[in-house]
T-cell receptor
Framework: AQTVTQSQPEMSVQEAETVTLSCTYD???????LFWYKQPPSRQMILVIR??????QNATENRFSVNFQKAAKSFSLKISDSQLGDAAMYFCVYNVPGGGADGLTFGKGTHLIIQP | DTGVSQNPRHKITKRGQNVTFRCDPI?????LYWYRQTLGQGPEFLTY????????KSRLLSDRFSAERPKGSFSTLEIQRTEQGDSAMYLC????????????????FGPGTRLTVL
């Protein structure tokens, strides 16, 4: 079974600084997708960034970028120029296209605190 | 359409009672998913539908849990004979089926229904 591990229950960063959230996963699949989802307090889960496993280039979305190391099964999220609105739970998520269940596999999450 | 909606947002019930939650997906989405999120954990996949067909239900937590999507639009999740361990946030998400313009499965989440079983 696929598992996703986020070893940092909580991270804190000063506003405008850069922070990196870690994620490792375990799978025997070669084709899959990885995502980072953000869950702000009392608000809906939203997609931050995605990475296709077959792509070597790391995904970037504005201030958010990932470091995808397929051989190491590592998928970290870097947030540059942190803003107060970035405060949230961040979940690393795994999905296999065409997988029977097609549900997302979530890590336990990292609570990101932004210090003003 | 402003997104996925779920009702009620909060439900308090007594142990042994039945509860039903509703999810209205984004209108053009043919896939609908249910997840459970307990405190301090990431969401856990329960089941999903493509149109009205329930394509995966082996992940439902017990036979007390059931879900329906009778007309391929909204869905309901029912928990019978609730237990205190059922207290959690129940999340619904919807997406297009893979291949309908996207190779991956971007799921859009609702705000959730928080269940408290006393």
């Amino acid at each position: 079974a696929q598992t996703v591990t986020q070893s940092q229950p909580e991270m804190s960063v000063q506003e405008a600084e850069t922070v990196t959230l870690s994620c490792t996963y375990d799978t025997s699949e070669s084709d899959y997708y990885l995502f980072w989802y953000k869950q702000p307090p009392s608000r809906q889960m939203i997609l931050v960034i995605r990475q296709e496993a077959y792509k070597q280039q790391n995904a970037t979305e504005n201030r958010f970028s990932v470091n995808f190391q397929k051989a190491a099964k590592s998928f970290s999220l870097k947030i540059s120029d942190s803003q107060l609105g970035d405060a949230a739970m961040y979940f690393c998520v795994y999905n296999v296209p065409g997988g029977g269940a097609d549900g997302l596999t979530f890590g336990k999450g990292t609570h990101l605190i932004i210090q003003p | 359409d402003t997104g996925v909606s779920q009702n009620p947002r909060h439900k308090i019930t007594k142990r042994g009672q039945n509860v039903t939650f509703r999810c209205d997906p984004i209108s053009e989405h043919n896939r609908l998913y249910w997840y459970r999120q307990t405190l301090g954990q990431g969401p856990e996949f329960l089941t999903y539908f493509q149109n009205e067909a329930q394509l995966e239900k082996s992940r439902l937590l017990s036979d007390r849990f059931s879900a329906e999507r009778p007309k391929g639009s909204f869905s309901t999740l029912e928990i019978q004979r609730t237990e205190q361990g059922d207290s959690a946030m129940y999340l619904c998400a919807s997406s297009l089926a893979r291949g309908q313009g996207l190779p991956y499965n971007e799921q859009f989440f609702g705000p959730g229904t928080r269940l408290t079983v006393l």
